[in-house]
T-cell receptor
Framework: DTGVSQNPRHKITKRGQNVTFRCDPI?????LYWYRQTLGQGPEFLTY????????KSRLLSDRFSAERPKGSFSTLEIQRTEQGDSAMYLC??????????????FGAGSRLTVL | SQQGEEDPQALSIQEGENATMNCSYK?????LQWYRQNSGRGLVHLIL?????REKHSGRLRVTLDTSKKSSSLLITASRAADTASYFC????????????FGTGTLLAVQP
């Protein structure tokens, strides 16, 4: 297991199209997070899964966004009817259940979306 | 949304010099972490400091935390060109999701 894997690394799409990103976390990690990062900014939290359950969604996650984590393994993030404002880097991170309250995240390399 | 801001937004130094970055945050925290991001890549965890700690060291890194001022600093000593990257602080409140909230980042350029 070489870490958190994200695919595709780059996606260019036309406005109005649907896109899907996949994240394969570290196999022992039960926690999975999606973040969005725009140029010059820090990552912004989108959603969190514990095993297969989606336990928190940010207000940033509009109705056009949906995330799943079937069987608590890989996760997908789908964006429907993409808009130019969706252009960003989408980062996936995973972690162990923290035993001491401190949650250290392992990030993937990200999926960069460009909406034309 | 971002938890807080980092200062400076950008920093350029010569190899061998020390680099100091500051982070301010808004709410109570359980721990504060620093991450590094090379251009176009994911983030890599550097160091963690808990709310009951005041200073932590790891190699060339030194982190301080002042919970009364809601601020932290990251010092990189004897910088190298390979330290060129963006550095982000992230706060955790130990809540149910234990999500981290990231700052806006400092872009560090180390000139050889």
């Amino acid at each position: 297991d070489t870490g958190v894997s994200q695919n595709p690394r780059h996606k260019i799409t036309k406005r109005g199209q649907n896109v899907t990103f996949r994240c394969d976390p570290i196999s022992e990690h039960n926690r999975l997070y999606w973040y969005r990062q725009t140029l010059g900014q820090g990552p912004e939290f989108l959603t969190y899964f514990q095993n297969e359950a989606q336990l928190e969604k940010s207000r940033l996650l509009s109705d056009r966004f949906s995330a799943e984590r079937p069987k608590g393994s890989f996760s997908t993030l789908e964006i429907q009817r993409t808009e130019q404002g969706d252009s960003a880097m989408y980062l996936c991170a995973s972690s162990f259940e923290p035993s001491s309250g401190a949650n250290v995240l392992t990030f993937g390399a990200g999926s960069r979306l460009t909406v034309l | 949304s971002q938890q807080g801001e980092e200062d400076p937004q950008a920093l350029s130094i010569q190899e061998g010099e020390n680099a100091t970055m500051n982070c301010s945050y808004k709410t109570s925290i359980n721990n504060l972490q620093w991450y590094r991001q090379n251009s176009g890549r994911g983030l890599v965890h550097l160091i963690l400091i808990r709310s009951n700690e005041r200073e932590k060291h790891s190699g060339r890194l030194r982190v301080t935390l002042d919970t009364s001022k809601k601020s932290s600093s990251l010092l990189i000593t004897a910088s190298r060109a390979a330290d060129t990257a963006s550095y982000f602080c992230a706060t955790g409140n130990g809540g149910a999701t234990n999500k981290l909230i990231f700052g806006t980042g400092t872009l560090l350029a180390v000139q050889p």
